[in-house]
């Protein structure tokens, strides 16, 4: 435990960026990140990043997701918001299928008679390991 504590979490001086919101207060937001130096100056040897935000809405309620945007500029990333978005769903769709497939698999099914059934019958011979 004492090695932990030793682990302060440190902020990495060349990899800070200036972070920008734009919304439609419709469909969702786009976070501009600039690098900049630890003086806060603009960093030029480190690319603009564009990051995507929407949420999809499903039987558990609302589900955040975010995604990189492809684009040099606002403009760019405005324009490639959709495609960006509609690939994120699908991987946030595939993910949740996932997931409720691997709860599913853990299903645990009696062995031996049900109670209240007669003859014995009606026993699960599913095992799961």
Same mark, same amino acid.
């Given at each position: 435990?004492?090695?932990?504590?030793?682990? %302060? $979490?440190?902020?990495?001086?060349?990899?800070?960026? &200036?972070? +920008?919101?734009? #919304?439609?207060?419709?469909?969702?937001? *786009?976070?501009?990140?600039?690098?900049?130096?630890?003086?806060?100056?603009? %960093? $030029?040897?480190?690319?603009?990043?564009?990051?995507? &935000?929407? +949420?999809?809405? #499903?039987?558990?309620?609302?589900?955040? *997701?975010?995604?990189?945007?492809?684009?040099?500029?606002?403009?760019?990333?405005?324009?490639?918001?959709?495609?960006?978005?509609?690939?994120?769903? +699908?991987?946030?769709?595939?993910?949740?299928?996932?997931?409720?497939?691997?709860?599913?698999?853990?299903?645990?099914?009696?062995?031996?008679?049900?109670?209240?059934?007669?003859?014995?019958?009606?026993?699960?011979?599913?095992?799961?390991?």
């Amino acid at each position: 435990m004492a090695e932990e504590r030793n682990q %302060d $979490p440190q902020m990495d001086a060349e990899g800070l960026y &200036q972070e +920008e919101n734009f #919304t439609d207060r419709r469909v969702g937001a *786009i976070r501009r990140l600039s690098p900049v130096r630890a003086d806060g100056s603009a %960093d $030029p040897g480190r690319p603009v990043l564009y990051i995507g &935000q929407a +949420e999809i809405m #499903t039987n558990m309620g609302p589900v955040p *997701i975010s995604f990189e945007i492809e684009g040099q500029t606002l403009a760019d990333a405005v324009v490639g918001f959709a495609p960006a978005a509609q690939a994120a769903i +699908e991987r946030t769709v595939q993910q949740i299928q996932e997931m409720r497939r691997q709860q599913a698999s853990q299903l645990v099914v009696p062995q031996g008679p049900m109670p209240g059934i007669t003859g014995g019958r009606g026993g699960g011979k599913i095992q799961m390991p």
